[in-house]
């Protein structure tokens, strides 16, 4: 019998000391994104009661702000994606999402803070979220794009700092639950609900999320890894017939660009010569280098998530056969990137192979101005030697002054780029330009999509230009 109790004892003071852990864990760990659920009834009850912080741009510019017992999005649909909303009814994404705890003041000290003017009846206000966004270069990249869906990704490639990340089509995040008709059943059916049933995607994030074939800017990626391998690469002179044969593959070429060195090929950007290329590094040195550059990563996996990021894809090495190694190397094949991803590869050029993390939060402040949180630069990755970067440079260069990319010159500021035009199954090719300027000393890196758009010189370079141009001329007040 005292045996019996004994174990009923043991069963009971086990159950007892999980029950506390799993309490303790709950507290703990899951504590803060519990706190911050849209469906926690507490918070609604909570928030209904503070005015939640504003969020700035880089110059003080508001773009998110509550009045009168709303939150109001200043620049609607050109910042939609990155800034996301707060909705009682559909939760809150973006940029509101990530700092919520922050704009609400539910923080460490600020909970004090906060429990002390509630007794007082002093006004409970959130915190202030100063973002890395330049509002007139999200406008711009926006009116550039025009009626055309795609994304541009726009930052500083010496810091990280995130300056434009556009998305379209987009959607206005002011009018999200406002009634927009019935559905057959009589229920009301809100702007949100077309939105999400809208074939176009608007609600999707395409600069971060999207998932395209990055055509011939891909060729710098190959560049590097051919590079790193045989740093006499480029000082090769390559024959191009026009096509390549690989294993009964014909790959073809734009033209027959005959005799080219290193840097013409990148410049007319010849398929032949990075597809060869690409097979002589074989498929694990090509993986590789990919993942140097972060192409299967996502930058926010061990920090706050800022947006919603899908990592690029790539054929393993040993599923990779020699046509598939080919046509990956030109940016084809089952590659598939995102345009923030292409801009961090042309920032790891113009910042000699150092890609630095990118971020959105330049800090947080208090209703009195004093900071509570700042970011703080950091690498992420090193892709590449800076004597690699050095040559690639010099190519993307030459590409622009005398190759596919003219339409991205700007008189008195040496651009370096990139063009692709990548074949999609689903209709005409997409159109890419990835770049950074000035070549000597980068400030802008930039990478700009615009969806079954045509050549990448033609359609995307002259993007690229004007948002370059504007960052760095004095006269636009951007800088």
Request: charged share 20%.
């Amino acid at each position: 019998m005292k045996a019996n109790v004994r174990r009923l004892s043991y069963m009971v003071l086990g159950s007892f000391v999980i029950l506390c852990l799993y309490i303790g864990y709950v507290i703990v760990f899951m504590g803060p994104t519990l706190a911050t659920d849209p469906h926690n009834r507490r918070l609604a009850a909570y928030e209904a009661s503070i005015h939640r912080g504003t969020i700035f741009d880089r110059r003080g510019e508001i773009l998110a702000v509550s009045k009168e017992g709303r939150r109001v999005y200043p620049l609607g649909e050109d910042a939609a994606h990155v800034i996301g909303f707060v909705s009682q009814r559909y939760g809150r994404t973006g940029l509101e999402a990530a700092y919520d705890r922050y704009l609400l003041a539910m923080n460490g000290n600020d909970k004090i803070k906060m429990n002390i003017n509630r007794l007082l009846g002093r006004p409970l206000l959130g915190n202030n979220v100063i973002v890395s966004l330049d509002s007139r270069l999200q406008q711009l990249a926006m009116q550039l794009l025009g009626d055309r869906k795609g994304a541009v990704a726009v930052l500083d490639p010496g810091n990280g700092e995130i300056l434009a990340l556009v998305s379209k089509p987009s959607y206005d995040p002011n009018i999200i639950e406002q009634p927009a008709g019935r559905s057959s059943g009589g229920k009301v059916v809100t702007v949100y609900d077309l939105l999400q049933n809208d074939k176009e995607a608007p609600l999707l994030n395409r600069a971060t999320q999207g998932a395209y074939p990055p055509g011939s800017t891909f060729k710098l990626i190959t560049a590097a890894g051919a590079l790193t391998t045989d740093p006499g690469v480029s000082r090769r002179i390559f024959n191009c017939q026009g096509s390549l044969i690989i294993d009964g593959f014909r790959l073809t070429d734009t033209a027959a660009h005959g005799r080219v060195d290193f840097f013409q090929a990148l410049a007319v950007s010849c398929n032949s010569t990075f597809a060869r290329l690409g097979l002589e590094m074989g498929a694990e040195r090509f993986y590789q280098t990919a993942r140097a550059f972060g192409l299967t990563l996502n930058p926010w996996t061990d920090v706050l998530n800022e947006v919603a990021y899908r990592p690029g894809t790539l054929t393993h090495p040993e599923k990779m056969n020699k046509p598939q190694l080919g046509s990956s190397a030109i940016g084809q094949g089952e590659v598939l990137v995102n345009p923030l991803q292409m801009a961090l590869v042309a920032a790891a050029i113009a910042n000699e192979g150092v890609i630095m993390h990118p971020h959105l939060l330049i800090r947080v402040q208090d209703p009195e101005g004093r900071v509570i949180l700042q970011s703080s630069p950091r690498p992420w990755l090193t892709a590449i030697k800076p004597e690699v970067a050095r040559i690639i440079k010099e190519a993307m260069v030459e590409a622009v002054n005398s190759g596919t990319g003219k339409e991205a010159i700007i008189p008195g500021i040496t651009v370096a780029g990139k063009t692709g035009s990548a074949q999609n199954p689903r209709g005409k090719t997409h159109a890419w330009f990835v770049g950074f300027a000035p070549a000597e000393k980068p400030r802008v890196a930039v990478a700009v999509l615009v969806e079954n758009g045509g050549a990448g010189g033609i359609v995307a370079a002259p993007i690229a230009r004007e948002i370059m141009r504007v960052v760095l001329t004095p006269a636009s007040g951007m800088e």
